[in-house]
């Protein structure tokens, strides 16, 4: 992508440049290894930054193309691809998915009392939404989620398609449909790529989005070549861990080759000067660099809240507010629900290790923000970062 001025684009330079303290000063005081973020506006790059370092151990700075894991911001790019596949008329968003995966034709639902019952069909578009009543086992809230945590879904010697019948062994939270729930939904939506395009889901990626982007550094593996790249995940996840306890260092990293499982919902590496072509094609209507990848209209519907008022607010593991869902991305449908500057539909996501991205179509510009550290938002970057662009704005 090309580059500009700030204020070309119409941002102040001396408001914009109020970033950098703040990202170096959660370097500074521990709160995080290495920061990097990256904002375009009007489909050119006026700020591109990082502060800290990329691995502490080694004393490696952070760099503007280190390499992240981006966990759940692969989902939009998955929901992308099934959606081009929805292009080709090979289904539609009301159609139930068991006739693609035959392990889904027979699932049941756990009630919060314990009984269960036999589940509605689950659609297309329930697992787009994440209405699916598919879970994750963040919670503690319900009888199912120690089950999925029980189950192991994610261990990464299984393959995708092993992964999906474990997925269907486990009973729903709800009726599809019935209410919004963050789940696995996203790696049934990856499955549903490899059955329809016959392709395994890395390679259908590679082929049609994100070698055509030029995202030379998007992948679920990592090279010996690019390992000198690829930033340590830190975080504190246990009770008495370190602020800082090394969670998966580069060298022994489950992102070394094979990895048995390309998942929909998570598992891509990345890095923003790759993730920011991806935003700027959604943020397009579907083209970058003279090549159409997806429908306008498509990513019209894609982008749009799909979701009754009485789903909200939504929660992943706290509350949102302000926030809808749509076919694989969020949108702010209250502005000042959310807390933040903003406009209205803007659209985006996050990963699990604090990488953020999201998309202004009021004001044509896109917000990043990167970090390596579980669990997401224990420091507020991705909204100093949002809050300090916005006042940046002439």
Not at 38 to 57: C, D, P, S, T, V
Not at 236 to 247: F, R
Not at 290 to 313: C, V
Not at 348 to 374: K, N, R
Request: hydrophobic share 35%; with cysteine.
């Amino acid at each position: 992508m090309q580059k500009a001025s700030p204020k070309s684009v119409g941002v102040d330079p001396q408001r914009l440049a109020r970033i950098s303290p703040v990202m170096q000063r959660y370097c500074d005081e521990g709160k995080a290894a290495g920061i990097v973020t990256l904002a375009a506006r009007h489909g050119k790059i006026f700020h591109h930054q990082a502060w800290g370092m990329q691995n502490l151990e080694t004393s490696t700075p952070m760099a503007l193309d280190s390499i992240f894991r981006i966990y759940s911001m692969t989902k939009p790019i998955v929901s992308v691809a099934l959606m081009q596949l929805h292009e080709l008329g090979k289904f539609h968003l009301n159609d139930p998915i068991a006739p693609f995966i035959p392990a889904f034709a027979d699932l049941e639902v756990l009630n919060a009392d314990g009984s269960r019952e036999k589940a509605e069909p689950m659609t297309f578009w329930h697992v787009l939404t994440h209405t699916s009543g598919l879970s994750y086992g963040f919670r503690d809230d319900h009888p199912l989620e120690k089950m999925y945590r029980d189950a192991e879904l994610f261990d990464h010697s299984m393959t995708l398609e092993q992964m999906m019948m474990k997925i269907s062994e486990l009973p729903l939270r709800f009726q599809p449909g019935h209410d919004w729930h963050y789940s696995v939904a996203t790696d049934v939506v990856g499955y549903l790529v490899q059955v329809i395009s016959g392709q395994p889901l890395g390679d259908y990626l590679q082929e049609n989005i994100l070698r055509p982007l030029g995202m030379v550094d998007t992948d679920y593996e990592i090279p010996d070549e690019k390992l000198g790249r690829l930033t340590s995940l830190y975080g504190s996840l246990q009770p008495g861990d370190p602020y800082m306890k090394l969670l998966d260092p580069p060298e022994t990293s489950f992102h070394r080759p094979p990895v048995m499982n390309q998942r929909g919902g998570s598992g891509l590496l990345s890095t923003a000067e790759d993730y920011i072509k991806f935003a700027q094609m959604v943020a397009n209507g579907g083209t970058f660099d003279g090549r159409r990848y997806i429908g306008r209209k498509t990513l019209e519907l894609m982008t749009m809240n799909h979701l009754p008022q009485r789903m909200f607010p939504l929660a992943v593991t706290t509350p949102f507010p302000g926030y809808g869902f749509g076919l694989g991305f969020t949108q702010v449908v209250n502005v000042p629900e959310t807390g933040n500057q903003g406009s209205l539909g803007n659209h985006g996501w996050s990963g699990a290790a604090d990488t953020h991205f999201w998309i202004d179509p009021v004001e044509d510009m896109i917000g990043m923000s990167y970090l390596q550290y579980m669990p997401s938002s224990t420091i507020p970057v991705r909204d100093d970062l949002n809050n300090l662009l916005y006042q940046a704005l002439e």
